[in-house]
């Protein structure tokens, strides 16, 4: 019987199409040994695993220093960088066996240091930061303050075909004060953000009758809309269309099943709460 492996979540930043299609391929094919790992897409909400970055992409380099404690948030950069950040570095062109071999490193200082955390008692928390840094440390701290928003008030609202998920995220947020609801009807989600304070809408994109894209544009067209973030939930199976969800607002995706650290850290970042 073979063990299953938990996947680590890795997101690639700054490289070109084919490289990024290159290095994505390598990483699925990793060794039966050693971990496994998936690609966020670029929409996900999810925090990353692992971060592997393209060394001549500044503002991919700039997100970096966001990821905080290295240990915790480990990333890799993938050729020569104009800046030295301190990071494990491995030259082009990148071969599996270099790859996986830093890599499984970096998950491994990660797993004990996060063995380190829960021994000690402290909280895990996660990056909050909602968008990229600009640069390296180069703007303006005025523009970041100028960004920052006060926290939202409004309830989350999950679009599912049962209640089941709804009662999970109301479990673990419980201690927070946060409105959870739930609803498996388009109209009645319509007239829910229409004439209640909602400020997240999840909508599981495996409801039935749910067109999740029609369903973000009508949210947004009405004049409440603007202010409530739309997340869909998606699984690996789904054809999720990158550009027709930015087109009607979508403020980005989960991929399913979505881990409980994952969740809880999205919503932080979206209704701006405290870790």
Same mark, same amino acid.
């Given at each position: 019987?073979?063990?299953?492996?938990?996947?680590?979540?890795?997101?690639? %930043?700054?490289?070109?199409?084919?490289?990024?299609?290159?290095?994505?391929?390598?990483?699925?094919?990793?060794?039966?040994?050693?971990?496994?790992?998936?690609?966020?897409?670029?929409?996900?909400?999810?925090?990353?695993?692992? =971060? #592997?970055?393209?060394?001549?992409?500044?503002?991919?380099?700039?997100?970096?220093?966001?990821?905080?404690?290295?240990?915790?948030?480990?990333? $890799?950069?993938?050729?020569?960088?104009?800046?030295?950040?301190?990071?494990?570095?491995?030259?082009?062109?990148?071969?599996?066996?270099?790859?996986?071999?830093?890599?499984?490193?970096?998950?491994? @200082?990660?797993?004990?240091?996060?063995? &380190?955390?829960?021994?000690?008692?402290?909280?895990? #928390?996660?990056? @909050? @930061?909602?968008?990229?840094? $600009?640069?390296?440390? +180069?703007? !303006?701290?005025?523009?970041? #303050?100028?960004?920052?928003?006060?926290? /939202?008030?409004?309830?989350?609202?999950? #679009? !599912?075909?049962?209640?089941?998920?709804?009662?999970?995220?109301?479990?673990?947020?419980?201690?927070?004060?946060?409105?959870?609801?739930? =609803?498996?009807?388009?109209?009645?989600?319509?007239? $829910?953000? *229409?004439?209640?304070?909602?400020?997240?809408?999840?909508?599981?994109?495996?409801? =039935?009758?749910?067109?999740?894209?029609? +369903?973000?544009? %009508?949210?947004?067209?009405? *004049? =409440?809309?603007? @202010?409530?973030?739309?997340?869909?939930?998606? /699984?690996?199976?789904?054809?999720?269309?990158? %550009?027709?969800? &930015?087109?009607?607002?979508?403020?980005?995706?989960?991929?399913?099943?979505?881990?409980?650290?994952? +969740?809880?850290?999205?919503?932080?970042?979206?209704?701006?709460?405290?870790?």
């Amino acid at each position: 019987m073979h063990e299953k492996k938990y996947p680590f979540a890795v997101r690639l %930043a700054g490289f070109s199409p084919l490289e990024h299609a290159s290095i994505a391929a390598c990483l699925a094919q990793a060794p039966p040994a050693g971990p496994a790992y998936f690609c966020l897409l670029d929409d996900s909400l999810q925090e990353p695993d692992l =971060t #592997i970055a393209s060394g001549d992409d500044v503002q991919a380099l700039a997100a970096l220093p966001a990821n905080g404690m290295a240990e915790l948030h480990p990333a $890799l950069v993938v050729g020569q960088c104009p800046a030295e950040l301190g990071l494990p570095q491995i030259a082009r062109p990148v071969t599996a066996e270099k790859l996986f071999m830093v890599m499984a490193a970096l998950v491994t @200082r990660r797993a004990e240091a996060m063995a &380190r955390i829960m021994a000690s008692g402290l909280p895990f #928390i996660p990056e @909050r @930061r909602r968008s990229p840094r $600009l640069d390296l440390d +180069l703007t !303006d701290p005025s523009e970041y #303050i100028m960004r920052r928003k006060s926290p /939202s008030c409004g309830a989350v609202l999950i #679009i !599912d075909k049962g209640a089941a998920f709804r009662d999970h995220v109301a479990r673990l947020v419980a201690t927070r004060g946060m409105g959870v609801e739930w =609803t498996d009807s388009a109209p009645a989600a319509l007239r $829910l953000c *229409d004439e209640t304070p909602v400020s997240v809408v999840m909508v599981n994109t495996a409801a =039935t009758g749910i067109d999740p894209y029609q +369903l973000c544009s %009508a949210i947004k067209r009405q *004049d =409440t809309g603007a @202010r409530i973030a739309v997340v869909l939930m998606v /699984s690996c199976s789904y054809p999720y269309d990158s %550009a027709r969800a &930015r087109a009607c607002g979508v403020r980005g995706l989960l991929d399913k099943p979505i881990p409980d650290r994952a +969740l809880v850290g999205a919503l932080q970042r979206l209704l701006s709460l405290p870790a």
